[in-house]
């Protein structure tokens, strides 16, 4: 879902729109009755999305209303609402299964379930994988492995682990320092500027995520 809205909207919306998955996240575990959510979450929260949209549009929120890219927000949104799901029953499925176990699955299970769509070209696949494979290069390779190592294997039990001992409310608000160190990677990495409402928004984030889980007290029994 995230992939195929990122073909039909901009990436600025697709940042910001990712970023209220902390937000579901609050309200669904609440709605179910498996977190707990005061308004000092709620302002945490909040304040930190601020600050990512500051980052994000270096000021300009103006840029945001497109109406050409209805479909792709659209799909992004659901896409976080998923992203919500998936954290909030993590905390129930961690009850059962450890983290790495519980991981393991979500990525065996999650594999199977993708391997139909890529041996037929259709809406999620432009050529078989046959003919995408001949032309895999190397960097290709050694991006996909970083990929499923670093960014899949070890930050998805990471995550998990941080679903058991904190919960999803106060685990989720973490999600919003990757804009963060993106635009710090860039400045030290690829000379990117550092500007006056990236150090705003950098701020707005810390005092958000330090808000959310100084206030959050999970609820230690999941029904």
Same mark, same amino acid.
């Given at each position: 879902i995230q992939y195929t809205g990122l073909t039909y909207t901009t990436t600025i919306n697709a940042a910001l729109i990712i970023a209220t998955s902390p937000i579901c =996240? +609050? $309200? $669904? /575990? +609440?709605?179910l009755g498996w977190e707990h959510f005061s308004l000092i979450n709620g302002l945490g929260i909040l304040t930190a999305f601020t600050g990512v949209g500051f980052i994000i549009t270096n /000021?300009?929120? %103006? !840029? $945001?209303?497109? %109406?050409?890219t209805l479909i792709g927000n659209l799909l992004l949104q659901i896409n976080a609402i998923v992203w919500a799901g998936v954290t909030v029953y993590g905390k129930k499925l961690l009850v059962k299964y450890r983290p790495f176990v519980a991981m393991a699955y979500i990525h065996i299970f999650g594999t199977l379930m993708l391997l139909p769509f890529i041996f037929f070209p259709g809406p999620f696949a432009a050529v078989p994988l046959a003919r995408e494979i001949s032309a895999i290069t190397w960097p290709t390779v050694a991006s996909s492995l970083y990929l499923a190592l670093l960014c899949s294997v070890f930050s998805y039990f990471v995550w998990y682990l941080g679903v058991e001992k904190l919960g999803a409310v106060r685990t989720a608000s973490f999600s919003y320092f990757n804009p963060l160190f993106a635009v710090i990677t860039g400045v030290l990495f690829l000379g990117e500027t550092f500007t006056s409402f990236t150090a705003m928004g950098g701020a707005m984030i810390i005092a958000g995520?330090?808000? =959310? !889980?100084?206030a959050s007290t999970p609820k230690q029994q999941v029904s």
């Amino acid at each position: 879902i995230q992939y195929t809205g990122l073909t039909y909207t901009t990436t600025i919306n697709a940042a910001l729109i990712i970023a209220t998955s902390p937000i579901c =996240t +609050a $309200l $669904l /575990g +609440a709605f179910l009755g498996w977190e707990h959510f005061s308004l000092i979450n709620g302002l945490g929260i909040l304040t930190a999305f601020t600050g990512v949209g500051f980052i994000i549009t270096n /000021g300009h929120f %103006s !840029n $945001l209303i497109q %109406s050409d890219t209805l479909i792709g927000n659209l799909l992004l949104q659901i896409n976080a609402i998923v992203w919500a799901g998936v954290t909030v029953y993590g905390k129930k499925l961690l009850v059962k299964y450890r983290p790495f176990v519980a991981m393991a699955y979500i990525h065996i299970f999650g594999t199977l379930m993708l391997l139909p769509f890529i041996f037929f070209p259709g809406p999620f696949a432009a050529v078989p994988l046959a003919r995408e494979i001949s032309a895999i290069t190397w960097p290709t390779v050694a991006s996909s492995l970083y990929l499923a190592l670093l960014c899949s294997v070890f930050s998805y039990f990471v995550w998990y682990l941080g679903v058991e001992k904190l919960g999803a409310v106060r685990t989720a608000s973490f999600s919003y320092f990757n804009p963060l160190f993106a635009v710090i990677t860039g400045v030290l990495f690829l000379g990117e500027t550092f500007t006056s409402f990236t150090a705003m928004g950098g701020a707005m984030i810390i005092a958000g995520v330090y808000i =959310t !889980n100084k206030a959050s007290t999970p609820k230690q029994q999941v029904s």
